[in-house]
Protein backbone atom coordinates (compact mmCIF):
# COMPACT_ATOMS: atom_id res chain seq x y z
CA UNK A 1 0.00 0.00 0.00
CA UNK A 2 1.60 3.43 -0.71
CA UNK A 3 1.58 7.10 0.44
CA UNK A 4 -0.98 8.32 -2.03
CA UNK A 5 -3.74 5.50 -1.04
CA UNK A 6 -2.50 5.55 2.78
CA UNK A 7 -3.64 9.02 2.59
CA UNK A 8 -6.62 9.17 0.79
CA UNK A 9 -7.88 6.23 2.91
CA UNK A 10 -7.14 8.03 6.16
CA UNK A 11 -8.51 11.27 4.74
CA UNK A 12 -11.72 9.48 4.11
CA UNK A 13 -11.95 7.90 7.30
CA UNK A 14 -11.67 10.90 8.81
CA UNK A 15 -14.19 12.55 7.31
CA UNK A 16 -16.94 11.44 9.64
CA UNK A 17 -14.94 12.59 12.66
CA UNK A 18 -14.57 15.59 11.11
CA UNK A 19 -17.97 16.61 10.72
CA UNK A 20 -19.02 15.11 14.15
CA UNK A 21 -16.15 18.09 15.17
CA UNK A 22 -17.96 20.51 13.23
CA UNK A 23 -21.16 19.91 15.41
CA UNK A 24 -18.69 20.27 18.58
CA UNK A 25 -17.53 23.08 17.18
CA UNK A 26 -20.83 24.38 16.38
CA UNK A 27 -22.10 23.99 20.24
CA UNK A 28 -19.29 25.60 21.41
CA UNK A 29 -20.92 29.52 22.67
CA UNK A 30 -16.63 30.67 22.63
CA UNK A 31 -13.86 28.71 20.57
CA UNK A 32 -11.80 26.53 23.13
CA UNK A 33 -8.22 25.73 21.73
CA UNK A 34 -8.35 23.18 24.96
CA UNK A 35 -11.57 21.30 24.14
CA UNK A 36 -10.72 21.15 20.27
CA UNK A 37 -7.31 19.21 20.85
CA UNK A 38 -9.46 17.07 23.49
CA UNK A 39 -12.02 16.43 21.36
CA UNK A 40 -9.51 15.91 18.06
CA UNK A 41 -7.58 13.40 20.55
CA UNK A 42 -10.44 11.44 21.04
CA UNK A 43 -11.50 11.32 17.24
CA UNK A 44 -7.49 10.34 16.16
CA UNK A 45 -6.36 8.37 18.43
CA UNK A 46 -9.81 5.73 18.31
CA UNK A 47 -9.25 6.09 14.68
CA UNK A 48 -6.15 4.67 14.91
CA UNK A 49 -7.28 2.27 17.91
CA UNK A 50 -9.96 0.96 15.32
CA UNK A 51 -8.08 -0.71 12.55
CA UNK A 52 -5.58 -2.02 14.97
CA UNK A 53 -8.52 -3.64 16.43
CA UNK A 54 -9.89 -5.17 13.44
CA UNK A 55 -6.39 -6.12 11.76
CA UNK A 56 -6.27 -8.14 15.00
CA UNK A 57 -9.71 -9.98 14.67
CA UNK A 58 -9.49 -9.53 11.25
CA UNK A 59 -8.45 -13.61 11.64
CA UNK A 60 -10.65 -14.41 13.35
CA UNK A 61 -14.31 -13.06 13.54
CA UNK A 62 -13.67 -11.06 10.18
CA UNK A 63 -17.51 -12.03 9.18
CA UNK A 64 -19.74 -11.39 11.97
CA UNK A 65 -18.03 -7.67 12.20
CA UNK A 66 -18.41 -6.72 8.24
CA UNK A 67 -22.19 -7.79 8.85
CA UNK A 68 -22.92 -5.45 11.45
CA UNK A 69 -20.66 -2.36 11.82
CA UNK A 70 -22.70 -0.22 9.90
CA UNK A 71 -25.29 -1.38 11.84
CA UNK A 72 -23.64 0.04 15.42
CA UNK A 73 -22.43 2.93 13.55
CA UNK A 74 -25.84 4.22 12.19
CA UNK A 75 -27.75 3.71 15.73
CA UNK A 76 -24.81 5.23 17.79
CA UNK A 77 -24.92 8.27 15.48
CA UNK A 78 -28.66 8.25 14.84
CA UNK A 79 -29.54 8.50 18.53
CA UNK A 80 -26.99 11.25 18.67
CA UNK A 81 -28.41 13.31 16.37
CA UNK A 82 -32.01 12.72 17.24
CA UNK A 83 -31.01 13.75 20.51
CA UNK A 84 -29.24 17.38 19.65
CA UNK A 85 -32.70 17.48 17.68
CA UNK A 86 -35.06 17.01 20.11
CA UNK A 87 -32.86 19.28 22.63
CA UNK A 88 -33.31 22.22 19.65
CA UNK A 89 -36.94 22.04 19.47
CA UNK A 90 -38.00 21.75 23.20
CA UNK A 91 -40.46 24.52 24.15
CA UNK A 92 -39.87 26.82 26.88
CA UNK A 93 -36.38 26.48 27.16
CA UNK A 94 -33.73 28.88 27.18
CA UNK A 95 -31.39 27.26 24.02
CA UNK A 96 -28.65 25.35 25.40
CA UNK A 97 -25.38 24.37 23.27
CA UNK A 98 -24.09 21.04 24.11
CA UNK A 99 -20.27 21.82 24.47
CA UNK A 100 -20.08 18.74 26.51
CA UNK A 101 -16.53 16.97 26.18
CA UNK A 102 -16.82 14.67 28.81
CA UNK A 103 -15.42 11.22 28.86
CA UNK A 104 -18.91 9.34 28.34
CA UNK A 105 -20.02 11.74 25.39
CA UNK A 106 -16.91 11.49 23.71
CA UNK A 107 -16.06 7.89 24.19
CA UNK A 108 -19.55 7.51 22.10
CA UNK A 109 -18.71 9.62 19.36
CA UNK A 110 -15.71 8.11 18.83
CA UNK A 111 -16.75 4.83 18.71
CA UNK A 112 -19.24 5.63 16.39
CA UNK A 113 -17.41 7.71 14.02
CA UNK A 114 -14.47 4.96 13.89
CA UNK A 115 -16.57 1.91 13.19
CA UNK A 116 -15.62 1.57 9.75
CA UNK A 117 -11.97 2.29 10.35
CA UNK A 118 -12.41 -1.49 12.32
CA UNK A 119 -13.55 -2.35 8.89
CA UNK A 120 -10.53 -1.07 7.67
CA UNK A 121 -8.65 -3.34 9.84
CA UNK A 122 -10.03 -5.97 8.70
CA UNK A 123 -9.23 -5.59 5.43
CA UNK A 124 -5.85 -4.52 6.32
CA UNK A 125 -5.42 -8.04 7.48
CA UNK A 126 -6.84 -9.91 4.27
CA UNK A 127 -4.89 -8.11 2.00
CA UNK A 128 -1.65 -8.60 4.53
CA UNK A 129 -0.63 -5.40 4.89
CA UNK A 130 1.66 -4.21 7.67
CA UNK A 131 -0.99 -2.02 9.17
CA UNK A 132 1.71 0.36 10.97
CA UNK A 133 2.04 3.45 8.74
CA UNK A 134 -2.05 3.05 7.87
CA UNK A 135 -2.89 3.43 11.28
CA UNK A 136 -0.50 6.27 12.32
CA UNK A 137 -1.50 8.12 8.83
CA UNK A 138 -5.35 7.29 9.91
CA UNK A 139 -4.48 8.70 13.84
CA UNK A 140 -2.32 12.00 12.68
CA UNK A 141 -4.98 12.71 9.96
CA UNK A 142 -7.77 12.51 11.91
CA UNK A 143 -6.72 14.69 14.65
CA UNK A 144 -5.51 17.22 12.31
CA UNK A 145 -9.55 16.83 10.92
CA UNK A 146 -11.31 17.41 13.70
CA UNK A 147 -8.97 20.28 14.91
CA UNK A 148 -10.06 22.17 11.45
CA UNK A 149 -13.60 20.76 12.41
CA UNK A 150 -14.43 22.16 15.87
CA UNK A 151 -12.79 25.45 14.28
CA UNK A 152 -14.81 25.65 11.25
CA UNK A 153 -17.92 24.86 13.41
CA UNK A 154 -17.54 27.05 16.01
CA UNK A 155 -17.00 29.70 13.41
CA UNK A 156 -20.55 29.43 11.72
CA UNK A 157 -22.11 28.83 14.96
CA UNK A 158 -21.25 31.85 16.56
CA UNK A 159 -22.98 33.33 13.53
CA UNK A 160 -26.07 31.32 13.93
CA UNK A 161 -26.00 30.11 17.39
CA UNK A 162 -29.76 29.60 17.29
CA UNK A 163 -29.97 26.92 14.36
CA UNK A 164 -26.59 25.44 15.31
CA UNK A 165 -28.08 22.47 17.60
CA UNK A 166 -30.48 22.21 14.32
CA UNK A 167 -27.50 21.64 11.57
CA UNK A 168 -25.35 19.32 14.09
CA UNK A 169 -28.16 16.84 14.74
CA UNK A 170 -29.06 16.92 10.72
CA UNK A 171 -25.13 16.24 10.34
CA UNK A 172 -25.36 13.39 12.35
CA UNK A 173 -28.38 11.65 10.78
CA UNK A 174 -26.90 12.04 7.78
CA UNK A 175 -23.91 10.63 8.87
CA UNK A 176 -26.02 7.51 10.14
CA UNK A 177 -27.83 7.11 7.08
CA UNK A 178 -24.44 6.81 4.68
CA UNK A 179 -23.17 4.37 7.27
CA UNK A 180 -26.38 2.04 6.93
CA UNK A 181 -26.83 2.78 3.26
CA UNK A 182 -23.27 2.51 2.69
CA UNK A 183 -23.48 -1.95 3.44
Known amino acids: MGFTEILFMSIGLGMDA ?24 YFGIFQALMP ?8 RFS ?12 FLIAA ?11 KGEKEVLDDDIGIKTML ?27 IISIGIVTFILSLIGVKIGNVFGEKYKKHSQVLGG ?7 IKILIEK
Open 80 to 90: IGINMLIEAFK
Open 63 to 74: NAIIKIDNYIGF
Open 170 to 176: VILLLIA
Open 108 to 134: ILAIATSIDALAVGVTLAFLRVNPIEP
Open 52 to 59: LIGFVLGK
Open 18 to 41: FAVAICKGLSMTKMKWKSAIIIAL
